[in-house]
């Protein structure tokens, strides 16, 4: 009778392990995954009443957010000269917030859109606001003095060359604004009688968006 033998077979020293390949596995998975995406790609989903009505109300929300955004920033005027370099450039369209004076008073710093004199023919001016209603305003020495006392936070004027009118004191009346360009040097504004203190009834906004593609596109920053 054969003598059964259980010893493992020795490898030769020159013989390399076998690999177990694993390339039917890989298959099998890969063909699982692609058997699965397309289950899942060519099934159908029902539409939901709350999906729908979820669109519905993204729809309306846009639609009044474009109305709200109409009559509030409806029109546009241009920046006519340099006066207001470098926040605003000769010939920038700007976008102009109507309604911010209907629930609060212009203050000042604001970068104000107006009629000189109230006049409906004359080109928009855009000016920034220094002196409020009651105050007194003068310069002396290219500075702005507010009831007296030098005036040097949110004016963004400074070593003003040409008093103008202002080289006495000017006093404001209750509706009242004495609005100066920040770039003085060529600014006509409150300073020339030509322009002179600008009535709140005349205010027609707050200059709020540059709408000019280029370098200063976006809010207008103090």
Known sequence: MQELNFRRKRKSPGQKPRRQTKGTKLRFEDRRKKLYFEKRKTGKRPVSIRRVLGLLIQAAVVCAAAVFLSVSFGYRVSNAGDSMNPVLKNGDVVLVNRLIYEIKDPSRGDIVVFRPGGDENSHYSIKRIVGLPGETVQIVDGKVYINGEEADKDIHVSDIAYAGVAEEPVEL??????????????????????????????????????????????????
């Open 173 to 222: 009346g209750e509706d009242e604004y004495f609005v100066i360009g920040d770039n003085t040097g060529v600014s006509d504004d409150s300073r020339t009688e030509d322009v002179g203190n600008v009535k709140a009834d005349d205010i027609c906004g707050e200059a709020w968006f540059v709408t000019t593609f280029g370098g200063d596109f976006g809010l207008i920053r103090d």
